[in-house]
């Protein structure tokens, strides 16, 4: 059995037996040439023993049961439209990860898991990336977001890929949780609307008590969801994360918090 990797202790990071599992909120793409603003992911990564391995759940790829990306090198995904044109020549040329794809196809086997040979990693995967990892030399699979699944069936879904915690690898939730599009105001310095106020803080103490019955039961017991998230995809990769957490009562830690784009919030999450 490989080595269990330790947690480098950090300020940033609480220490545990197993590599932590983190969700980040991966707001516009814009963030992959904004090291200001990456700064904070960045210190979070190096906080961390180096991974073995990273398997990352991004909002921007659905599917009906999970999917695997693939495991040979391909082109980013620029899978968006009017941002400035650095943006679409950003690269990060991480290498595959075709053993922890072979891992985890076993342990969602339950789910019929399948694999993609030409899915490249999107935005909501690499923009992150970019700061945390920017030499780009750890192996990087993506894991679709099965988004027919419930709360609950996501929950089981992170907790099946725990094993590949004890190997080092880093269980990578993407996503953002507020994400409405139409109610953003893009560099709009305004404190951000109560709605959005309210599902963060929410969201923040569900996690700081650990209640996943709670984070499970979102649809009825979240306060302005269908505000907050008219889509559900930004929202669903926090489930899968705190899954692959829920092997051991973590310690839970906000390594981002606050808003950007006015009602988008950056809240951040280490679950170790």
Known sequence: ?????????????????????AFVGHGAPTLALDTDRGAVLTAFARALAPPSAILVISAHWETRSPTLGTVQPRPLLYDYNGFPEALYRVQYACPPAPEVARRAEALLRPWNVARSVERGLDHGAWVPLVHMFPDASVPVLQLSLPGRFAGPDLLKIGAALAPLRSDGVLILGSGSLTHNLRLSRYEDPSPPPAWAVEFDTWIKEVLA??????????????????????????FLP????????????????????GFEHRSMSRRSVCMA
Not at 9 to 18: K, Q
Not at 209 to 234: F, G, I
Not at 248 to 257: D, N, Q
């Open 1 to 21: 059995m490989a080595e269990t990797l330790q947690p480098t202790p950090n300020p940033l990071l609480p220490t545990g037996p197993l590599m932590p599992v």
């Open 209 to 234: 008590r650990w209640d996943l019955d709670m984070l499970a039961d979102y649809r009825r017991r979240s306060p302005a969801l269908h505000v907050a998230h008219p889509t559900e995809e930004h």
């Open 238 to 257: 926090l489930l899968v994360a705190a899954g692959a957490a829920s092997v051991t009562r973590p310690a839970v830690t906000f390594f981002i918090e």
